[in-house]
């Protein structure tokens, strides 16, 4: 068979011509792939970047970290290394360490307050039983993952005379944030007719905040059911004197 003559104008209808029956072959490339950098030119996934998510994964990790350490003891590599994230991620979001910090404090640790002692609270017409359970599961397995190695906040301000003077007022407001939320639900349990009227509810939560603080400063280990027992009868007993 004789070969057709090349014409220019056959050339170009082939190149406009709309695809209608593309080979099976060839390989569509949509913005959700990419050239990947050690794939050898071969195309990959594009993978999705979530800024709100890294920076969650780097709180989460550092409140760990801090946790687990302390603000001096807290390591960079560590929270690099559970976040998963990169050192370039992490400054694009946090210029340094004590802005890393910072955020903890101002973020994740009113979420800890609302999560195990506020929340429970709220739109329960009787708080007493509520808190008293929440003294009771402290020695069961089913205390609360954020309780794992004592008391976060309380973790934190044992050492705040180590701490300068804005780190230390940034933990003075969580719990002043705890204060006041925890003051508000004793407030309406006094409307509610289920805690006497003639104490002063910022008072009983200023008290109850510290009877946690002082135990929950103590490690884990150092409690021994007896002394969890001892703590938990005299805390009930004061919330029964809460009693109308």
């Excluded at 068979?1 to 190149?15: Q, V």
């Excluded at 929440?134 to 701490?163: I, K, N, T």
Aim: hydrophobic fraction near 40%; include cysteine.
């Amino acid at each position: 068979m004789s070969k057709e003559p090349f014409s220019i104008s056959a050339a170009l209808s082939r190149i406009t011509r709309a695809d209608d029956h593309a080979d099976d072959d060839t390989l569509e490339v949509d913005e959700s792939m990419e050239v990947g950098p050690h794939s050898g030119g071969a195309l990959v996934p594009k993978r999705v970047r979530d800024p709100d998510l890294t920076r969650q994964k780097l709180l989460d990790a550092a409140f760990g970290e801090v946790r687990r350490a302390g603000f001096g003891g807290a390591s960079i590599a560590n929270i690099l290394d559970i976040s998963g994230c990169t050192k370039g991620a992490l400054y694009h979001h946090f210029s340094g360490k004590a802005k890393l910090v910072n955020a903890v404090i101002d973020e994740c640790l009113p979420g800890y307050i609302d999560a195990v002692w506020l929340d429970e609270l709220e739109e329960v017409h009787d708080i007493l039983p509520v808190m008293m359970g929440q003294v009771d599961r402290l020695g069961r397995d089913d205390a609360p993952e954020l309780l794992e190695g004592g008391c976060p906040l309380a973790r934190l301000a044992s050492g705040a005379g180590e701490l300068d003077e804005g780190l230390r007022k940034r933990i003075d407001g969580v719990y002043r944030y705890w204060r006041r939320g925890l003051a508000s639900q004793i407030s309406r349990a006094q409307f509610n007719k289920t805690v006497r009227t003639d104490v002063e509810s910022s008072a009983v939560a200023e008290f109850v905040i510290a009877s946690l603080h002082g135990f929950l400063t103590r490690p884990p280990a150092l409690r021994s059911r007896e002394t969890q027992d001892a703590f938990a009868g005299e805390f009930a007993r004061y919330l029964n004197n809460l009693r109308p």
